[in-house]
């Protein structure tokens, strides 16, 4: 009986009961009115709408105190203050909900891209011991021929087949190595001027051992335009890096509130220095990638529009 409150000395018929019983049937028919509301706003919140909600049931409530004027009909304070911090928990949860489903995705993604990795670097390694246990094999028959019998020629071959064999040792060494630094990978500085313009810039990191295959994924991913790449960068500490880049174009996020979207309103040159700045052994940077796609498009477009009149 505290949520709306109404004059207490209505008269119907100059009887006081029946002016009672009027206020008070009128007062829970604008109580119902106001919790509607308050429900539909409920309905359709949103994180990003949440003002939007709070306003346009402070409105609904000013309305009913308007139509109730004459019996001092209002929302008291109290309840409005209590469906509003409905609003507010209500937006809280939604918002905390999507950022646990956008972390979710991306532990999917992140588990996805290291099964990849893995399975890379298991190919790889393969292919080294097939290739070292023929090496092995190679040598030590060359190895095993009489010292009366090998010649310069032979003895330039053991050496040979010995260097291979230390290579691919150390192949095989910086696998496992890589495999058990997670941190290692490449940084990749790429854009796609067809999709997003010239002024946004996507920098992320990858431990695949091509990282070219990770760009070509994500150009698959409804874009209209492969990405073109300004760097591929690789570094023992690759997410450090990374992590230091993006914090360092905090400000230029194009997603403010999702800081797991990893694009920037940056330049290549800017990128470029900061990778300097951070590394200092960046040998090879494009300025103007490869947007070959985007740019045979909209020669074809320029063809087929109607010539300009004069």
Known sequence: NNAVTATTTWTVNNSAKEGQK??????????????????????????????????RLAKTRETIAKLGQSMQIKISDKFHELKVSEIQATSDFLKKKEEEKESDKEIRAQLREEEKVAKEIAVEKAKLEKERLKIVTALKQMQDVKADEQDEKHLSGIQEMQATLDSIDSGLTGLTERAANTKAGHVYVISNVGAFGSRVIKIGMTRRMDPEDRVKELSDASVPFKYGIHALFFSNDASGLETALHQKFTDQRVNLI?????????SPAQVRDALIELDGHVLEFNEQPDDEEFRQSEFERLKHLPPARA
Do not use: G, H, T
């Open 258 to 266: 999702n800081k797991r979207r990893e694009f920037f309103f940056v």
């Open 22 to 55: 009027m206020v008070k049937e009128v007062s829970k028919l604008m109580l119902r009115a106001y919790v509607a509301e308050a429900d539909n706003c409920l309905r359709s919140l949103k994180p990003a709408n949440r003002d939007s909600m709070i306003e």
